[in-house]
């Protein structure tokens, strides 16, 4: 397991309240957050969302406040397939092709000076095709600005053969972290405060989290992976 430099590590996320989902062990120890998405496409959350930033209890948040490009549920199901811009849609959408451009814009400046970068995972945890797209905006820039990309290791039980394709391609790496409960439920409180929660209220964290830096080069072989199942088909965030 490599030691993270966390003074110059980001946690980015695709929409408010992601980062304490599928990033809560790591939220209080980074140097910068960055959620991707405002308003959604049907106009809702904007006003919620920028209240929880202004309220928020770390100090280096960078909210884009982007309008999601409404691509969830759009992916080629029940089989999806991963493209180079995350899911691939079963119907090919300007937007969703228009909000890739500007996360990677985005992020190309907010990205800078960081050496490791954690992110959803391909499969987007449990299939949100704007998660997956947020990952696939990251992982392009990872060789241009020279980070250590790291992802999620939760996956809902609807994406587990994909999952399993991407985890054979190979993992590098593996961090774990443990969670503060305390940290994540006042985070989680806060959205809730706000309005802006949009999972289960009675979500439970584990004990700790692992991140997968995955790749081919010094592929992993002889130890076991831990993954955190989601036991939901899917549900809207």
Known sequence: MSE??????????????????????LVPRVSRIVLCYGMQAAGTLRAERRRVVEDYPYRSVDFFDLIQPGSYKGAIWPNPVLGSMGLELAIPSPLHERSFSEVVARLRRSLTGMTTVFTHNPWGEYGHEEHTLVYAAVNSLRLECGFELYVSSYVGVAMLDLCRQVINEGINDVHQQRIDATAAAMLADLYREHGAWTWF?????????????????????????TFEIIDVPRYES
């Open 4 to 25: 993270i430099d966390f003074a110059r590590a980001a946690v980015v996320a695709a929409h408010p309240d992601d980062e304490v989902l599928w990033f809560a062990s």
């Open 201 to 225: 209220q009675t979500w439970d964290w584990p004990g700790k989290e692992s991140f997968f830096r995955l790749g081919h080069e010094g592929r992993i072989r002889t130890r076991s992976l």
